[in-house]
């Protein structure tokens, strides 16, 4: 649920290598098990519930921790990534996330536990920014966005699959609560493997072509206070899509079908994969379509007002689940196709490493608080199967959440139309993404 842009391309040697290929392939692999992984609480927290008796606020902090390391951590991940290279980074944080997976399968008693997803977390943070990095330096300009498109796609599938693992793994689920969880540490071991991989690869081109430095070569903290207004609109944007659509869909949305739409937890699975599901094939779908017509604030508010109908459909109506699931998943595939891009035509290229890290860091800060706001809110409402309307304060959090990001989007369309936008509503902009 994360997540940076794409580093200038190496010039020369890799970018022209069918390698790069083989690196795209590894690198999509490593992001794979960490998305699915990441999201490994959610269709487990009902049986968390009945099986080890955890209330929604133990439920929701263990999604919510994974965000702690990153809050403090997200300037000197890519401090580290400019030192060391990514592919040195990939394999570190694959190392640490492995460690996690295996503490939180563990996972007796709950402090052991956490600690497990707190691990993840150092993980979690680092490799996607790594990753896409890497991804950079294997790839020319002229194929940058479609290479990033691609990952992208690929991570969402970790999520998809997690998703609809209680089909696929029914056996592990209805044994209990723990095996899944190892089906996940064996995934990410799996994950450990390919950027195992991917790192024997960058070494065996580094000498033919020295990879340089990310964007962003030292972090300048009061340079924070001289970007522009369209720099702090999608700042908002960024933080608040984010701490609206994953605690959602990633901790309660499967507990939530099942306990108040009343489906059973393969159905919930599939439901929720859904949003992942569209955003596979139609992510790259919007990124080319953003280049060839423009109009980028115009679609991020566009994919953000989708995300208030999709809770008004939920909690107000009695139609179809699916109806939620088709609604957020096309603002999922369209939001973080954009704002991305958008990010680095908005900020200057020599500044975008702090602009990244700054974004990064809050997205977590909002990510952590908004997971425990809402399982406290659950909590308080006394949500669960023998209370389905208590989950609807939660859904009204997460709506009114949805109606101020909009409102940082719209602030974002209407100053971009006017003299001091930068470009976003003009075709055909490839400014350093």
Excluded: C
Aim: net charge neutral.
């Amino acid at each position: 649920m994360t997540h940076s842009s794409p580093a200038g391309a190496v010039s020369g040697g890799r970018d022209s290598s069918p390698l790069r290929w083989a690196a795209l392939a590894l690198a999509a692999a490593t992001i794979f098990s960490s998305y699915y992984e990441s999201d490994a609480i959610g269709p487990i927290a009902d049986l968390l519930e009945r099986q080890r008796g955890f209330t929604q606020s133990q439920i929701g902090d263990l999604t919510a921790v994974i965000s702690l390391p990153n809050i403090l951590l997200a300037v000197l991940n890519g401090v580290l990534i400019d030192r060391f290279g990514p592919a040195r980074i990939i394999l570190w944080t694959a190392v640490t996330g492995f460690a996690g997976a295996v503490l939180t399968a563990i996972g007796t008693p709950y402090e052991l536990m956490w600690s497990g997803r707190l691990v993840f977390g150092i993980s979690e943070g680092a490799i996607f920014i790594a990753l896409v990095a890497g991804v950079a330096q294997w790839f020319s300009r002229r194929e940058i966005a479609l290479a990033t498109a691609i990952f992208l796609s690929l991570a969402r599938v970790g999520s998809f699959t997690l998703d609809v693992s209680p089909s696929w793994a029914r056996p592990l689920y209805d044994a209990g609560w723990q095996p899944p969880l190892w089906l996940g540490a064996a995934i990410t071991g799996g994950g450990f493997v390919s950027a195992l991989l991917f790192r024997a690869l960058d070494a065996r081109h580094v000498r033919a072509t020295p990879a340089p430095a990310v964007a962003g070569e030292r972090v300048s903290w009061s340079a924070i206070w001289t970007f522009d207004l369209s720099f702090w609109y999608i700042l908002g944007l960024h933080v608040l899509y984010a701490a609206v659509f994953f605690p959602f869909r990633q901790t309660y949305a499967i507990e939530y079908l099942q306990h108040v739409k009343g489906l059973a937890l393969q159905q919930a699975g599939n439901v929720n994969s859904g949003v992942f599901a569209a955003a596979i094939f139609a992510t790259p779908l919007f990124g080319l379509l953003a280049d060839r017509v423009g109009h980028r604030a115009l679609m991020l508010t566009f994919g953000t007002l989708l995300l208030p109908i999709t809770f008004i459909v939920l909690g107000l109506t009695d139609l179809n689940p699916w109806i939620s699931t088709v609604l957020m998943g096309v603002s999922f595939a369209l939001v973080p196709a954009i704002i991305w891009p958008s990010t680095t035509l908005i900020v200057d290229p020599r500044r975008l490493g702090t602009a990244l890290g700054v974004i990064t860091l809050l997205q977590n800060v909002g990510l952590w608080g908004s997971n425990r706001i809402a399982g406290w809110l659950a909590d308080k409402a006394g949500a669960g199967p023998a209370n389905p309307a208590g989950y609807a304060t939660m859904l009204w959090f997460f709506g009114l959440l949805s109606l101020t990001a909009l409102t940082s989007a719209v602030l974002l369309w209407r100053r971009e139309m006017g003299p001091h936008g930068h470009g976003l509503e003009l075709a055909r902009l490839h400014a350093g993404s």
